[in-house]
């Protein structure tokens, strides 16, 4: 783990840090439905050929964006596009269906987990409107162990 945090140039946050170097690193089971991805990995459907992935750059968002309803013209979309998918966080793993869940390191929404898919990406956490979880790697793996859907909020 501190190797990995040396080359990508971060410290991961709590409490997924502990969790890691103390009780596993990866899952077959979940969260999330395909189980959780070992730290240096990605998900077997994450694709070949797509730009290195660069940890210490900011995760570049702070609310809900849902890219297909943005009205700017697509050049404009597609570099913040790829700094969502690349910059700021590793991947837990997937639900399927291009469905990751990140957990950000670096950025202002550093702890945060959110769930980046074809359509938008959106944080999970009470506080940001869709979910009755708490935020974090914590909140997410207690909300996914007590069998509650991702987003619950009515």
């Not at 077959?28 to 077997?44: E, Q, R």
């Not at 700021?88 to 269906?97: E, R």
């Amino acid at each position: 783990m501190h190797a990995f945090e040396a080359e990508h140039g971060i410290v991961l946050p709590e409490p997924y840090r502990t969790f890691v170097a103390e009780i596993c690193d990866g899952s077959d089971s979940g969260p999330p439905g395909y189980g959780l991805v070992p730290l240096a990995d990605l998900p077997g459907d994450w694709g070949d050929g797509r730009p290195r992935r660069v940890l210490a750059q900011p995760f570049p968002l702070t609310k809900m964006w849902m890219w297909e309803e943005d009205p700017r013209p697509q050049e404009e979309v597609d570099p913040v596009l790829e700094q969502v998918y690349d910059h700021g966080s590793i991947v837990l793993g997937t639900d399927g269906c291009a469905m990751y869940w990140h957990l950000i390191v670096s950025g202002p929404h550093r702890g945060h987990v959110w769930q980046i898919s074809g359509e938008g990406a959106v944080p999970f956490g009470a506080e940001f409107g869709f979910t009755t979880g708490n935020p974090g790697f914590a909140g997410w793996v207690k909300h996914w162990a007590a069998g509650k859907p991702w987003f619950d909020a009515a």
